[in-house]
């Protein structure tokens, strides 16, 4: 397979130097139990492919965006009872993410776009809290979020769902075991109602709240409905790049 020129990790010092890139990606997953039919690298391995699949229809639309290495260590402080959760806690994502922004401006990127593939991170606090210290403005989308999912699951589920399962047999189906081997994924509710309705909120313990480490049934899951879901949040976020790497970044609001 050829090169892709907008993946720093096939790029040589030869092009990355003369190419004037106008945005970074940073794909941001996690190491975690998926249920008993999708492997740890789950969350990193759509990470991977969604930036992957975004970035070619953007570069081929003009924009000049480079996908940097997927950090594959999420937020996992729910887990630790679930072996090799690889939890890497929000205060050391920080430091990592404020390094890599920091390398990125160095040669002149403007704009850094975390692309976010785990339910347990979030870098809306922590964009707040470094976007004084950069020059380069930092965004993030949690690829999950960006394209509703209810026209394309009859239920999406939220961790190693119907949707999750379905996107992995599009990328990945040699690494998700039969359907039959997968537990139900139900999700032991809250007792306490405010935090069942989700108008409430803590953090799941996980071993309690799940009996497979599933959260969403994953039997209605197919590789049909992984890849046109798939399609149109690359195409979203392929939209979005192109937006992105267009815009002046002193100048955003109308
Ligand atoms: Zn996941």
């Known amino acids: 397979m050829p090169a892709r020129p907008y993946i720093l990790a096939e790029s040589t010092w030869e092009t990355v ?6 945005v970074a990606i940073l794909p941001w997953g996690a190491t975690e139990a998926h249920n008993r039919h999708l492997p740890y690298a789950t969350d990193t391995m759509q990470c991977d492919a969604v930036a992957a699949e975004s970035a070619r229809l953007a570069w081929d639309a003009g924009a000049k965006v480079i996908v940097l290495p997927t950090v594959p260590f999420g937020v996992n402080t729910g887990q630790r009872e679930v072996p090799l959760c690889l939890n ?50 930092l965004c993030q989308i949690h690829w999950f979020r960006c394209v509703k999912p209810d026209p394309f699951f009859t239920t999406p589920g939220d961790h190693a ?12 189906p040699d ?24 108008w409430a909120w803590t953090q799941r313990r996980w071993v309690d709240a799940t009996d497979d480490t599933g959260t969403g049934n994953p039997h209605d899951a197919s590789r049909d409905k992984g890849r046109k879901y798939m399609d149109a949040v690359s195409r979203q976020i392929a939209g979005f790049l192109v937006e992105l790497a267009a815009a002046d970044i002193k100048d955003l609001h109308e």
Do not use: W
């Open 17 to 22: 130097r003369n190419t004037p890139y106008e």
């Open 88 to 137: 890497m806690n929000p205060s050391t994502q920080q430091a990592v993410l404020y390094e890599i922004a920091e390398s990125v401006q160095l040669c002149g990127v403007k704009k850094l776009l975390i692309l976010n593939g785990h339910g347990g991170n979030d870098f809306r606090q922590i964009i707040r809290e470094l976007q004084p210290k950069l020059s380069l403005l």
């Open 161 to 172: 769902g119907e949707l999750e399962t379905s996107v992995m047999l599009e990328i990945a």
């Open 175 to 198: 690494l998700v075991r039969p359907l039959s081997e997968a537990g139900p994924g139900a999700e032991n509710p809250f007792k306490i109602r405010g935090f069942r309705e989700g």
